[in-house]
């Protein structure tokens, strides 16, 4: 690997690789692009093609190689933060219709755009235009991608059989448990009560995956009930540990539920648009007009959080089926952490500003996602600075933590010293901005996130230091 970054670097065979930097002399981020591609190589990795391959957020357009222009256009919000959203978004996929994405900002974001509140006044998402009729809930718009496109992988058994009816009755069940969820997540009064009449209505829902035989609530093959369910048990995964202290999942406490999540990340589709515990936990207060906590989650809520002082730093421990965010693919660290450098890199200018918002000025106007702030202005005077602090965290996503270590002293130095015409809270606190908004899996995917947030983390240490 070093080779080939010194290749990259143009540096001589016979050198060591400098991480003795100072954060003035940070490499360039045509050194760092040259330093991707080198690493891309050496690993065999390269970005997806967007269109034709995995599911992912950042695709516009999705054809799954099918010859002739899509017949479906699905507006989605921009955060991937509506389960709504992505009910039809992993139908969509996993039918493999053909379809164009237009991003569209939920209320607690900012403004919706005009041209969009024109076709929707409500603006509700998703919408979905298809054969030049505009559809808005989301039953209607899975009923008629079913009935619309019976050719593509039907995920409902046919009208009136007995499979139906079992269909049926699980998409009910879905109503009824997220019926028990939310008054024990938005309200903090009858804990006890509402925590037996959720976990009474997770006993069920456990027990209807074991009649199907699992792993899926149908039985072998995934259907439309898992579209269905996906969302809410997601959510409810990351909300209940974090506001109430109960973990959901790999505890053993629901095993056909744990099988279920555990098929589930075996799909590229699945895993393609699946969230994280912190990005929900987040993204689900400003949706639901806020969430209660209790003492005795505050444990758990720190570790979810990253101030634990621990999960979100290096080195970081390995996502497993047992973790408290349980990941049933695991993790490729090496490449895990070439994909957050390549999307910092690729988009650099965009991201020095927007974390620059972190040593700027609030926006005009707050809105309800706390972590939204898209009227904010970013500190002109510090943008170098936080180039270079960016920089610096690629450079050590790409060279390891452990080279960058060896230079910290030296990079602790030019963050201060008054030659470099670095300043050093001004860039640290840049870096947390940024690393606060890290959003999965508008941003990254999960395994990506938390190396990128961790090396934030890494670079705010040394500034500190």
């Known amino acids: 690997m070093i080779a080939g970054l010194k290749k990259a670097l143009g540096q001589d065979g016979g050198q060591d690789l400098?991480?003795?930097?100072?954060?003035?002399?940070?490499?360039?981020?045509?050194?760092?692009?040259?330093?991707?591609?080198?690493?891309?190589?050496?690993?065999g990795w390269q970005p997806p093609d967007l269109e034709t391959g995995p599911t992912n957020p950042l695709a516009l357009r999705r054809t799954f190689n099918q010859p002739g222009e899509p017949e479906v256009k699905l507006y989605r919000d921009s955060a991937a933060w509506c389960p709504y959203c992505e009910r039809v978004w992993l139908q969509l996929e996993e039918k493999r219709i053909p379809y164009t994405i237009e991003k569209i900002n939920m209320r607690c974001y900012g403004d919706k755009p005009p041209?969009?509140?024109?076709?929707?006044p409500s603006g509700l998402l998703p919408a979905l235009e298809v054969d030049g009729q505009l559809w808005t809930e989301s039953a209607e718009i899975m009923s008629l991608l079913e009935e619309r496109f019976p050719e593509h992988k039907p995920l409902l058994p046919p009208a009136g059989s007995r499979e139906a009816a079992r269909a049926d009755l699980l998409l009910r069940l879905e109503r009824r448990l997220y019926s028990d969820w939310l008054p024990w997540l938005c309200q903090g009064w009858d804990n006890a009560g509402k925590r037996a009449r959720f976990e009474g209505t997770m006993d069920a829902v456990d027990a209807e995956l074991a009649r199907g035989g699992g792993p899926y609530f149908m039985g072998a093959e995934l259907s439309l009930v898992e579209c269905v369910f996906a969302p809410m048990l997601e959510r409810i995964a990351a909300s209940?540990?974090?506001?109430?202290?109960?973990?959901?999942r790999g505890t053993g406490r629901w095993p056909n539920v744990d099988r279920w999540f555990d098929a589930m990340e075996t799909r590229e589709t699945y895993l393609?648009?699946?969230?994280?515990?912190?990005?929900?936990v987040q993204d689900l207060p400003?949706?639901?007009?806020?969430?209660?906590?209790?003492?005795?989650a505050a444990e758990v809520a720190a570790a979810i959080d990253g101030t634990d002082g621990r999960s979100w730093h290096l080195p970081l421990p390995p996502l497993t089926r047992t973790s408290l965010e349980p990941h049933a693919p695991g993790e490729d660290p090496p490449v895990d952490t070439l994909r957050a450098a390549a999307r910092l890199v690729g988009n650099h200018a965009a991201v020095t500003r927007f974390a620059a918002r972190g040593c700027g000025r609030p926006g005009r106007r707050l809105v309800s996602a706390p972590l939204a702030d898209p009227t904010a202005e970013p500190g002109e005077a510090y943008l170098p600075a936080v180039d270079a602090a960016l920089r610096h965290v690629a450079h050590a996503l790409l060279v390891g933590a452990e080279a960058k270590q060896r230079g910290a002293d030296a990079l602790s130095a030019g963050g201060k010293g008054s030659g470099s015409g670095f300043v050093a809270e001004p860039a640290a606190?840049?870096?947390?901005?940024?690393?606060?908004?890290?959003g999965v899996p508008r941003d990254l995917p999960l395994p990506a996130a938390?190396?990128?947030?961790?090396?934030?983390?890494?670079?705010?240490?040394v500034l500190g230091a």
């Open 286 to 296: 400003p949706q639901l007009g806020g969430c209660v906590s209790i003492p005795e």
């Open 115 to 120: 041209e969009y509140t024109r076709k929707v």
């Open 240 to 248: 209940i540990p974090y506001y109430k202290g109960l973990l959901v």
């Open 429 to 438: 606190a840049a870096l947390a901005y940024m690393r606060d908004r890290v």
């Open 272 to 280: 393609g648009l699946k969230s994280d515990f912190y990005t929900h």
């Open 450 to 461: 938390r190396q990128l947030r961790a090396h934030c983390n890494f670079a705010i240490d």
């Open 18 to 43: 400098d991480c003795s930097l100072h954060f003035s002399d940070a490499p360039s981020w045509e050194a760092l692009e040259a330093m991707v591609n080198a690493r891309q190589q050496e690993l």
